[in-house]
DNA sequence: CAGTGAGCGAGCTTCCGCTTGACTT
């Protein structure tokens, strides 16, 4: 039997570990937390100095079980648990648990699963910190109470099931303000100067105007003084520049290239990383760390030299920027960097050449760029002759940048989030200071401002890490709890088109245009719903302490007081719910119709009553007149997609009774059009037939319809392999990844081996059996993910040469933090 | 999948952070 027992968080860890250690040790994980509050309402004793009972956890007595037996049977227990305030906890929690108490108990710690690290910690071995202790309880107490307190208040004067808490709240809180932040943006427009010069065979050069023309009174005037002008080189400037590898990822870097790069959502990214982690070819996923063991950063040289060069290597330690980092891993970073296929799966296997890249470029050259800015002075020679007039023209400028040495960017580009038109920057033509320059055309481009850009789930988590609050356990759960509780939904919304005008100057002739663009589409934003609006309203009103940006901040720097042992943990949980308590009672004091849930849009031209808009147990809904025993049943209808309780107008309102109507008949049967939660749809004979994007509910005639129905009835048709009269409910179908049995709702794939033309009746009943058999032990499936977008603004008409989607990248890829090795 | 919204009242919901599977659908 091992003398040594040692006991880390995750069982991946304990496996890697137990390979650097001897025969005498045995490994074992806890499973994260095996002890906490229970689930009721007597966790806390609040009269007694807020004395905690703890409980082992349903799903972790196994855990301890196993854990105790382990322990009586050594001499020495290693609790190797993390090193930070929540792993010094759980190390506590073994303690207690186990009831180690007259045994050998020692503490390590290791921020990187090296060999000699680990060795090294055996080397140094500590006692539990009970400072650092008390401030996890403190935490661990503080959101108990913030949580367990508010969330009944809730229930009393809003709605049953929803929640709050220090976290939760603030980040519905980001949501809301940013949609009402959208609600009253106003665009406003401007012109933007471009030109386009010739120069020697076939080449060009672009430049624009560095200040926008307020309208298009001043757009025409510019366009006008610019005919028959000269254009010359005024001034040419060469500068050296550098841009540097941006630091290796962390659990919040990590789901925000994902998104932007793999169109991955937070919870699958986690979930993939997961994989690669159990499968030992990455380090921890959970972590707010950027840095790298020495020597991690050691192979990352060696593979950089050989596959790139030596030149190519520059090795560096990241400073974390985060001030909430409790660094306790390193980095996400490749374990072995010599592998470059990790896994067969699609998914994990590009996710993991993002991790293997980044960390890899973190440790290469900066890349060197040449830059130059060429000044192009207007001499509007035309126009002072025209009118004897001097009108001073501001320079137009052109900028070139050429890479001169690679650098990391062969191989890794980060992308932003922020996709403010770039200028157009490659490599310029060979100028000279004083060239004459021929004008190929002048272009004025009306152009809108724009409004912040809704949260991504990435950015929102972004958003949440720069604030300092959650940490890389919780990002992906608080998205989901926040939708979960109908506070937060993903959605796609269509975009609006929109005209803008353009001058063109070309060949001393001034065209106007008129074009039209697509503005505001979103693809998997996060919109707020009408509840969260208002419970985030009530919470700030009566919580105001607990919604500020700043809380969670303010009372990590008390948490660290009491891990510093500096402040009392007891007195601290004391001194906050004093004044957090007494909102508590004020706020469960007020009445239920004092919270706006109703308002009065107008009269209905109609009938002459008011109309008004009311958040309901499903989401906002319009009801003409009120209820009352000669009017038991107003009209009443749902809001839709896009619409909110606070700013429906009452034409959009009306427009809402008009649905579902009769849309005419078709085989003797009744049509009506209607919108549900999934957009508009055409029912005939029981089954629901979808309008498409260029259809509109409102309009849609007989004849529509009844195409709409045919339509679909052809596709199916088209589909259709084969079916049988004797059981209508099985058919062979051909769908988009091969053809497939379908049995009532469930689908199943065809063996290949076998033919869809031949299958008979039977044979398909029993593949269908068989995978009824099998589906309740297969693992469950990872869920299709959408693609994320970003809000579009896709131009119809502007033809203006683009960059590569790469150089684009590069030209905003930001630079970091980095720190010199010491 | 495709629509809901009365009132009564019992009984329930809820936090954040640390870890993975074992469960259905």
């Known amino acids: 039997m ?21 025969q005498d040790f045995i490994v074992k994980s806890s499973f994260g937390h095996v002890r906490d509050l229970p689930k009721n309402n007597h966790a806390i004793d609040i009269e007694n100095g807020f004395r905690p009972t703890y409980i082992i956890s349903d799903d972790k007595k196994r855990v301890v079980d196993e854990l105790k037996k382990l322990a009586a049977q050594s001499q020495t227990i290693w609790l190797a648990t993390d090193d930070d305030r929540e792993g010094e906890a759980i190390s506590w929690h073994l303690h207690e648990a186990l009831q180690l108490d007259n045994k050998d108990v020692k ?90 010069f010739d120069v020697e065979k076939g080449k060009t050069l672009y430049a624009e105007a560095s200040q926008k023309v307020v309208d298009f009174v001043a757009a025409q005037d510019f366009l006008e003084k610019c005919m028959g002008a000269n254009y010359f080189i005024h001034n040419l400037e060469v500068k050296p520049a550098k841009k540097s590898p941006a630091a290796p990822f962390t659990t919040s870097t990590l789901q925000q290239e994902a998104s932007r790069k793999l169109s991955f959502s937070v919870a699958q990214t986690m979930t993939v990383a997961q994989k690669l982690y159990e499968a030992g070819k990455i380090t921890y996923m959970r972590t707010d760390s950027t840095s790298l063991s ?14 790139y060069g030596e030149k190519y290597v520059q090795t ?3 400073k974390t920027k985060s001030e909430s980092a409790q660094e306790a891993h390193e980095a996400i970073r490749p374990t072995d960097f010599n592998t470059q296929v990790a896994s067969q799966d699609r998914n994990e296997q590009r996710l993991y050449e993002l991790i293997w890249k980044r960390a890899i470029a973190s440790q290469m050259a900066d890349a060197q760029l040449e830059r130059t800015i060429a000044t192009i002075k207007i001499d509007p020679v035309g126009y002072k002759r025209q009118t004897g007039q001097d009108p001073q023209m501001p320079f137009l400028v052109a900028r070139g940048e050429v890479i001169k040495f ?21 490599m310029l033509p060979p100028l000279q200071i004083g060239q004459l320059l021929h004008l190929n055309q002048l272009t004025a481009t009306e152009s809108f401002t724009r409004h912040a850009p809704r949260y991504t789930e990435a950015s929102l988590v972004k958003q949440l890490e720069e604030m300092g609050i959650g940490r890389p356990s919780t990002y992906a759960p608080i998205i989901s709890t926040i939708q979960k509780r109908g506070y937060v939904v993903k959605e796609d919304r269509p975009g609006k088109e929109r005209t803008y005008q353009i001058l063109v100057l070309k060949n001393d002739v001034i065209q106007q245009k008129k074009a039209s663009e697509n503005v505001g589409a979103e693809k998997a934003k996060l919109f707020p719903t009408d509840m969260a609006c208002l419970v985030n309203d009530f919470l700030v009103e009566y919580f105001a302490q607990i919604m500020d940006f700043s809380f969670t901040a303010d009372v990590e720097k008390e948490f660290d007081a009491i891990a510093q042992g500096k402040q009392d943990w007891s007195k601290m949980i004391a001194n906050f719910y004093k004044g957090f308590h007494q909102h508590v009672e004020e706020s469960a004091g007020i009445e239920r119709q004092q919270i706006a849930r109703e308002r009065v849009l107008g009269d209905d031209p109609v009938s002459g009553v008011p109309i008004k808009v009311i958040i309901g147990r499903f989401g906002a809904y319009v009801q003409i007149g009120e209820v009352s025993d000669d009017n038991p049943k107003p009209p009443r209808a749902s809001l839709q997609k896009g619409q909110k309780f606070e700013t429906i107008q009452l034409p959009e309102a009306l427009q809402l009774f008009k649905l579902p109507r009769n849309a005419g008949n078709f085989e003797g049967k009744e049509m009506v059009v209607g919108i549900s939660k999934f957009g508009p749809y055409v029912r005939h004979d029981g089954k629901y037939y979808s309008l498409t994007k260029e259809d509109d509910p409102y309009t849609l005639d007989e004849s529509r319809a009844i195409s709409l129905i045919e339509e679909r009835r052809k596709a199916d048709a088209a589909k259709l392999i ?9 058919q062979v179908l051909n769908g ?66 683009k960059e590569t989607k790469a150089k684009k990248d590069a030209a905003s890829a930001k630079p970091t933090n980095k720190k010199p090795k010491s």
Not at 294 to 307: L, P, R, S, V, Y
């Open 406 to 426: 690679d650098g990391f960017l062969k191989v890794y580009i980060e992308s932003t989030d922020d996709e403010e038109d770039e200028d157009t920057k490659g």
């Open 316 to 318: 560096r330690q990241y």
């Open 107 to 196: 503490r390590i710690v290791f921020r990187e699963i090296t060999k000699s690290a680990i060795l090294k910690a055996i080397q140094q071995p500590r006692t539990i910190d009970y400072d650092l202790v008390n401030s996890q309880q403190a935490r661990r107490i503080l959101d108990r109470l913030v949580g367990f307190e508010i969330s009944p208040v809730l229930w009393k004067k809003i709605k049953g099931g929803l929640s709050a808490g220090r976290v939760q709240s603030v980040a519905v809180r980001i949501i809301v303000e940013r949609e009402r932040e959208i609600e009253k943006f106003v665009p406003v427009s401007s012109f933007k100067i471009g030109a386009l």
């Open 2 to 22: 091992a003398k040594n027992l040692v006991i880390v968080e995750s069982p991946a860890k304990a496996k890697t570990i137990e390979g650097y250690l001897g």
């Open 294 to 307: 020495q020597e991690a950063i050691g192979k990352a040289a060696d593979t950089i030299t050989k596959n």
């Open 736 to 801: 988009r990844y091969g053809p497939y049995i379908k049995v009532g709702k469930q689908n199943i794939k065809i063996p290949k081996d076998k033919k869809p033309e031949e299958l008979t009746l039977e044979e398909c009943l029993a593949l269908a059996e068989e995978k009824g058999k099998t589906e309740t032990t297969a693992a469950p499936k990872a869920k299709t993910v959408k693609p994320t977008a970003k809000t579009s603004t896709t131009k119809k008409t502007k033809s203006t040469t």
């Open 722 to 730: 084969k079916s049988f009269a004797e059981n209508t409910e099985v």
